[in-house]
């Protein structure tokens, strides 16, 4: 999902800034989902 998001487009300065920050915030916890949804269901990994 947070790869999903980064990967979406052009994003602007604000709005760059603002995701940073959230990435640095929740960055365990995505890796973690994103990891855990690796593993659950590998066959339809998209990235």
Do not use: V, W, Y
């Not at 979406?8 to 989902?33: Q, R, S, V, Y």
């Amino acid at each position: 999902m947070c790869r999903d998001h980064i990967a979406a487009g052009p994003i602007d300065t604000a709005h760059k800034n603002n995701l940073e920050f959230e990435m640095a915030a929740l960055g365990t916890d995505c890796m973690a989902a994103e990891k855990k949804r690796d593993t659950l269901s590998p066959a339809t990994d998209s990235h």
